[in-house]
C-alpha cells in the first residue's frame, strides 16, 4: 500500500475515533480531517472542493430556511395539539397519533427539525393529563427515523445517496422506500401500545382538559401561514416532477427557500438563516473532504474489492452484508459519516462485475435510516430528544431507550431483510 494511502487511512481512524468519543464536536473534527487530508498532500484543493456534494448541501439549506419560516406560524403545534383532541385525549389514542403526525412529518422534513417542533407540545399534553412523557418521546424518537426513510428529503443518508446516484429521483425513493416503511409503522403500533399501554393511564377529567384547550390560538400568523402553505406545496411537487424538468433537487429546494424570503421580506430573512444547522452543513463538507482521501488514494477500490470477494459478487448476500452491517453501524456511529463512505464503496462494487447496483442503494438507505433507532446515540434526533427530556426532569438513559429501541430496530432491519429479498432478489 502507498505511503499516502497510509497516511489517509490512518487521518480517516482517528478522526473517526475521534466523532464516536464525543469529547470534541463532530463538527470541529470532521473540519480539522479535511484539512490535514489537504496539508499531507492527499488530496489538493481543488480535488478536494471537487468532492464536496453541493446538491446535499443546496437541499439541507433550503429545506432548514423553508421548515425555520413555517414553525414561526405555529403549524406544527396546531397539528399535534388537534391530534389530541381528536383522540378525545385517551393517552394511547394520543400515543398512535403523534407517533403517525412525526413518522409522516419526518419523511418531509429533516428529523431533528420534527422533535424539535414535537417535543414542547408533548410536554405541554402529558402535563395536562399527568402522565408520564417518556413513552410518548421514545416513540416519537423512533416514529422520527422510521418517517425519515421513506422519501429522498426525510433523512441526511437518503439525501446523501439520492445526491450521488441521479437515477434515484424523490418519486424512485417514494415508491421504493415508502411500502415498507408502511409496513414498519403498521407493526410498530400494536408493538409500542403493548409496550407502553400500563404506563400512560389517564382520569376522563383530566382528558376533558385536553379537550377544552384551544388549538387555534396556536397559529400565530395566519398570512404568513398562508404563503409558507403554498411554497410548501409547491415544492413538494417540484420534487415529484424534478426529473422531467430536468432540475436538481436542490434546485427544487434553494429556489422555494428564496421564493418563500421574497414572498415574506426582510423581517424574516435574519430568522431564517438563523434557523439553518451551519454547525451540520459544516460537518457535511469536512466528511466529503475526509472520504475524498480514501478515494483519490484507491482505498475504496479496495474495500469494494474485499466485499466482492466475501460475497463473491452475489447480488443476495452483498444486499444482505450493506443492510445488516449498515443498520448495527449506524446504531452505535453516526451514519452520516459511515454512508459517506459507503457511497464510494458501492459505486466501486458497480465497476467490479456487480451490475445491479438498485438493491444495494436500497439496503444502504434502509439499515442507516432505520438503525439509528437502536441506540440513544444512533442519530441526532434522538440526542436532541434525550436533551430536551432531560431539561424537563424526566432523563431518558442509555439503558432505558436500549430496552425498546434495539429490539424494535432489529425488527424493522429483519422486515427490509423480507422485503429486500422479494422485491428485487426473487
Known amino acids: 500500500m502507498e505511503q499516502q494511502a497510509i497516511w489517509a487511512i490512518a487521518i480517516f481512524l482517528l478522526i473517526y475515533g475521534l466523532i464516536i468519543s464525543e469529547k470534541i464536536h463532530r463538527t470541529i473534527l470532521a473540519m480539522a480531517g479535511a484539512v490535514l487530508m489537504i496539508i499531507f498532500g492527499i488530496v489538493d484543493q481543488e480535488t478536494a472542493l471537487h468532492h464536496i456534494d453541493f446538491n446535499t448541501l443546496g437541499l439541507l439549506v433550503g429545506m432548514m430556511l423553508i421548515v425555520g419560516i413555517t414553525s414561526e406560524t405555529g403549524l406544527f403545534k396546531y397539528v399535534a395539539l388537534k391530534a389530541a383532541k381528536v383522540s378525545k385525549g385517551q393517552p394511547k389514542r394520543i400515543l398512535v397519533s403523534l407517533f403517525i403526525i412525526t413518522a409522516v412529518c419526518s419523511a418531509f422534513l429533516d428529523n431533528v427539525t420534527t422533535v424539535l417542533l414535537m417535543v414542547p407540545v408533548t410536554f405541554s399534553i402529558t402535563k395536562q393529563l399527568r402522565i408520564n412523557p417518556l413513552p410518548f418521546l421514545i416513540s416519537q424518537?423512533?416514529?422520527?427515523?422510521?418517517?425519515?426513510?421513506?422519501?429522498?428529503?426525510?433523512?441526511?443518508?437518503?439525501?446523501?445517496?439520492?445526491?450521488?446516484?441521479?437515477?434515484?429521483?424523490?418519486?424512485?425513493?417514494?415508491?421504493?422506500?415508502?411500502?415498507?416503511?408502511?409496513?414498519?409503522?403498521?407493526?410498530?403500533?400494536?408493538?409500542?401500545?403493548?409496550?407502553?399501554?400500563?404506563?400512560?393511564?389517564?382520569?376522563?377529567?383530566?382528558?376533558?382538559?385536553?379537550?377544552?384547550?384551544?388549538?387555534?390560538?396556536?397559529?400565530?400568523?395566519?398570512?404568513?401561514?398562508?404563503?409558507?402553505?403554498?411554497?410548501?406545496?409547491?415544492?413538494?411537487?417540484?420534487?415529484?416532477?424534478?426529473?422531467?424538468?430536468?432540475?436538481?433537487?436542490?434546485?427544487?429546494?434553494?429556489?422555494?427557500?428564496f421564493l418563500l424570503l421574497l414572498l415574506t421580506g426582510e423581517s424574516m430573512l435574519e430568522k431564517a438563516f438563523h434557523s439553518v444547522e451551519w454547525i451540520t452543513i459544516f460537518f457535511f463538507i469536512g466528511l466529503f473532504v475526509l472520504v475524498s482521501g480514501l478515494v483519490e488514494t484507491g482505498v475504496i477500490a479496495e474495500l469494494a474489492a474485499k466485499a466482492i470477494d466475501l460475497t463473491g459478487g452475489d447480488l443476495l448476500l452483498s444486499s444482505m452484508l450493506i443492510l445488516w452491517l449498515s443498520a448495527i453501524a449506524s446504531a452505535f456511529l453516526d451514519n452520516i459519516p459511515f454512508v459517506a463512505t459507503m457511497i464510494p464503496l458501492i459505486k466501486e462494487m458497480g465497476t467490479m462485475g456487480v451490475s445491479n447496483l438498485e438493491p444495494l442503494w436500497w439496503s444502504l438507505a434502509l439499515g442507516a435510516c432505520l438503525g439509528g433507532n437502536g441506540t440513544l446515540i444512533g442519530a441526532s434526533a434522538n440526542l436532541i430528544v434525550a436533551g430536551l427530556a432531560g431539561k424537563e426532569g424526566h432523563p431518558i438513559t442509555f439503558m432505558k431507550y436500549l430496552k425498546y429501541g434495539f429490539p424494535l430496530m432489529i425488527l424493522s432491519i429483519v422486515i427490509s431483510s423480507v422485503y429486500i429479498y422479494l422485491r428485487y432478489l426473487m
Do not use: W
Open 141 to 257: 424518537i423512533i416514529a422520527s427515523n422510521v418517517g425519515g426513510t421513506a422519501t429522498l428529503i426525510g433523512d441526511p443518508p437518503n439525501i446523501m445517496i439520492g445526491s450521488a446516484v441521479k437515477e434515484l429521483t424523490f418519486m424512485a425513493f417514494i415508491s421504493n422506500l415508502a411500502p415498507v416503511v408502511i409496513i414498519i409503522v403498521l407493526a410498530y403500533i400494536p408493538l409500542l401500545l403493548i409496550m407502553f399501554g400500563k404506563q400512560i393511564k389517564s382520569t376522563p377529567e383530566l382528558q376533558q382538559r385536553i379537550m377544552e384547550m384551544d388549538e387555534h390560538s396556536l397559529i400565530s400568523d395566519h398570512k404568513l401561514l398562508r404563503k409558507c402553505l403554498i411554497v410548501l406545496g409547491a415544492t413538494i411537487l417540484g420534487f415529484f416532477l424534478h426529473q422531467s424538468l430536468h432540475l436538481e433537487s436542490a434546485t427544487v429546494a434553494l429556489s422555494g427557500a
